[in-house]
């Protein structure tokens, strides 16, 4: 798994689901009851377990978050830790509540492991693999494409943000460079530099009548010149020092 869907929201929801899921196979199913369970009290294991499983998956859910901010990305070794810590804090939990006064179970940490963690182990895994796999069909997609208006309502551009290289001042008008299919595009719009600096807080200007988009720019070609993705600009002194920040 390359890719993490960090919506709260949505963990939160899959716990419920995953919880609900618990409680109805312990109930009905009864995979783990050594006998000496009557309906009350594997009412309270199902309910028990459930609710654990939820409240733990909750944990890991702001767990995984955090770790995502700070990463900025995720991976099969991460999606495992996140598994593993995971079903550490429902053993944990559940053989806690196993052991209390609510349910007086039998099981010492050793047979509880093999008789109860290991086959919820079995059973959960792969669901948790899949809906965690679906979560991440549900990611919304992201729509980098901007819009460049000018006075006229002709005068109208939609690029990608990517794909806007600079903007250059033509007398009552701007001339918008940028790529298409690779190859170097530019249209003229009725509006001025300031306007569009104001609209577009990503650009940087580099001239009083040049402003770039800074993941254009790839080289001094001099002192006072920088060479961008196929096009050259000049650089004022005024503007040098944030030029030479990139």
């Avoid at 093999?114 to 729509?143: F, G, H, Q, W």
């Avoid at 000018?150 to 806007?164: A, H, M, R, T």
């Avoid at 200007?205 to 600009?233: A, G, V, Y």
Wanted: charged content about 20%; some cysteine.
């Amino acid at each position: 798994m390359k890719q993490l869907n960090p919506s709260i929201k949505l963990h939160v929801l899959i716990g419920a689901l995953i919880s609900a899921w618990i409680f109805l196979f312990a109930f009905f199913i009864r995979p783990f009851e050594h006998g000496r369970m009557d309906f009350k009290v594997w009412m309270t294991v199902s309910l028990g377990f459930s609710i654990l499983a939820f409240v733990c998956y909750g944990f890991i859910t702001f767990f995984q978050k955090i770790v995502y901010e700070q990463k900025l990305k995720w991976n099969i070794g991460l999606e495992v830790i996140t598994l593993i810590l995971f079903f550490v804090l429902y053993t944990i939990a559940t053989y806690i509540f196993y052991r209390s006064s609510l349910v007086s179970g039998i099981y010492d940490f050793s047979t509880f492991l093999r008789e109860i963690i290991l086959n919820s182990v079995l059973i959960l895994t792969p669901i948790l693999i899949l809906v965690r796999t679906y979560a991440i069909k549900l990611i919304p997609v992201k729509d980098d494409r901007i819009t460049i208006k000018g006075e006229n309502k002709l005068d109208i551009l939609k690029i990608k943000q990517v794909d806007l290289i600079c903007i250059s001042n033509s007398q009552n008008y701007v001339e918008i460079f940028y790529l298409e299919h690779g190859e170097l595009k530019s249209k003229l719009i009725r509006s001025s530099l300031k306007k569009l600096q104001s609209n577009f807080e990503f650009l940087l200007q580099i001239h009083r009548s040049h402003l770039i988009n800074p993941t254009h720019f790839k080289s001094w070609k001099d002192s006072s010149t920088i060479s961008l993705t196929q096009i050259e600009l000049p650089v004022s002194k005024n503007y040098k020092e944030q030029v030479l920040a990139l």
